[in-house]
């Protein structure tokens, strides 16, 4: 097959989401988010770059591992030439999902849908497994280190141990707390002082409102 055979296979947004790819890991030395592919292209939903994406790999200019944008590795230039580029793959690095609002239940498909990813050391989470990320909202937090808008890395799990900081179900939100279990309720504390805690009886309290500890925290400084 020539080249220009192999480059009229590509649509004109195919080549343009090739090309942006391409180009982030130049200027960057990894590949850009589905998001940012996204907001760069005018793609409003993140399933909308994954069909450009799988299309791609079916037609073997990139492949990736496990659907994460941030192990894409180029295979083939628009032109259809073999990619001289060098991957963006990093065994130092672990790409982490951000969710956005969590809603009862619905942990596992947020994760699986992420509103976004940041790629990190795995140092900074002790390599461990069943990592997500958090936005942070409000202020309830700021006498740990934990700030409006940070990030919070969170192992996925259903128990902890008295004084961890969890990520906790209560009601329809997910709120970040110290995990106090009390005789009479389970109490959830705030680091700020002007803030009350959040007290739930024991009867009420369920196991499956944790849904994980705290391990690390982000904040972009722009």
Excluded at 53 to 59: P, S, W
Excluded at 141 to 164: H, Y
């Amino acid at each position: 097959m020539r080249a220009g055979e192999s480059m009229q296979k590509l649509t004109a947004r195919q080549k343009a989401v090739l090309e942006y790819i391409s180009d982030s890991i130049h200027a960057r030395g990894y590949p850009p988010t589905l998001r940012e592919i996204g907001n760069h292209l005018g793609i409003r939903s993140t399933n909308g770059v994954n069909d450009h994406l799988r299309a791609l790999e079916r037609k073997g200019y990139l492949t990736r591992e496990d659907m994460k944008s941030r192990t894409l590795r180029l295979m083939k230039t628009v032109d259809g030439k073999p990619s001289s580029r060098p991957p963006a793959a990093n065994d130092n690095l672990v790409e982490i999902p951000i969710v956005g609002r969590v809603a009862a239940g619905a942990l596992s498909e947020a994760i699986e849908h992420p509103d976004d990813t940041v790629q990190i050391d795995r140092m900074l989470i002790g390599g461990q497994q069943d990592v997500f990320g958090l936005r942070v909202s409000g202020e309830s937090m700021i006498d740990a280190g934990i700030f409006d808008g940070d990030f919070v890395f969170v192992r996925k799990q259903l128990n902890a141990n008295r004084g961890e900081v969890i990520i906790a179900l209560v009601g329809d939100e997910a709120t970040c707390k110290y995990y106090y279990p009390e005789r009479e309720h389970v109490r959830l504390q705030p680091a700020n002082k002007d803030m009350a805690p959040i007290l739930i009886p024991k009867n009420d309290w369920r196991s499956t409102q944790i849904l994980g500890i705290v391990v690390g925290v982000y904040r972009r400084l722009y």
